[in-house]
T-cell receptor
Framework: DTAVSQTPKYLVTQMGNDKSIKCEQNLGHDTMYWYKQDSKKFLKIMFSYNNKELIINETVPNRFSPKSPDKAHLNLHINSLELGDSAVYFC??????????????FGPGTRLLVL | TQLLEQSPQFLSIQEGENLTVYCNSSSVFSSLQWYRQEPGEGPVLLVTVVTGGEVKKLKRLTFQFGDARKDSSLHITAAQPGDTGLYLCAGATGTASKLTFGTGTRLQVTL
């Protein structure tokens, strides 16, 4: 059974288009995240939701809008796509833990290429 | 801004060799994790260390958390081609609800 799934796996689109990436987790976790991994493999957090509530919003252009319809889903909508948005986008989820331990369970990634 | 610097950035070795990857920061972390990411997949957790000076072993992999909880190392003994991948350290602070990931180390082990 897939724990964290993302669709689509590949996304090729033109500059200026609007696109969405979907994420679902069946682990029963309360917290979900979106990360962006650039061409140098640096993984940076974009957003985090806890039980449908936005708790982390890093310095991300407001063309990126996350939406969590329920705690098992976290979608990412991107408006007016730019060349620099090309990257791999990872969804992750994390259970409630104590003591600052935040184990992330990652999806397989969505490879976005903006032409 | 917390920054986790990993070294080396790239490492290409032959099967059977030993290697160490370092993860350094000027910040103190409440816990530190190591992940491995294979091509085309998401990172997968290898280990979590929470106590300064802690050492954990996972088969041929040995992880150490620095005494001051600012740095960590990953040592692989007798590397195998299956160890090939991107190794990422990630730190969490006590009150933060996010992980800061390191700059990554790409390891290639050849026959």
């Amino acid at each position: 059974d897939t724990a964290v799934s993302q669709t689509p796996k590949y996304l090729v689109t033109q500059m200026g288009n609007d696109k969405s990436i979907k994420c679902e987790q069946n682990l029963g976790h309360d917290t979900m995240y979106w990360y962006k991994q650039d061409s140098k493999k640096f993984l940076k957090i974009m957003f985090s939701y806890n039980n449908k509530e936005l708790i982390i919003n890093e310095t991300v252009p407001n063309r990126f809008s996350p939406k969590s319809p329920d705690k098992a889903h976290l979608n990412l909508h991107i408006n007016s796509l730019e060349l620099g948005d090309s990257a791999v986008y990872f969804c992750a989820s994390s259970p409630l833990t104590s003591g600052g331990v935040l184990t992330q369970y990652f999806g397989p990634g969505t490879r976005l290429l903006v032409l | 801004t917390q920054l986790l610097e990993q070294s080396p950035q790239f490492l290409s070795i032959q099967e059977g060799e030993n290697l160490t990857v370092y993860c350094n920061s000027s910040s103190v972390f409440s816990s530190l994790q190591w992940y491995r990411q294979e091509p085309g997949e998401g990172p997968v957790l290898l280990v979590t260390v929470v106590t300064g000076g802690e050492v954990k072993k996972l088969k041929r992999l040995t992880f150490q958390f620095g005494d001051a909880r600012k740095d960590s190392s990953l040592h692989i003994t007798a590397a195998q081609p299956g160890d090939t991948g991107l190794y990422l350290c990630a730190g969490a602070t006590g009150t933060a609800s996010k992980l800061t990931f390191g700059t990554g180390t790409r390891l290639q082990v050849t026959l």
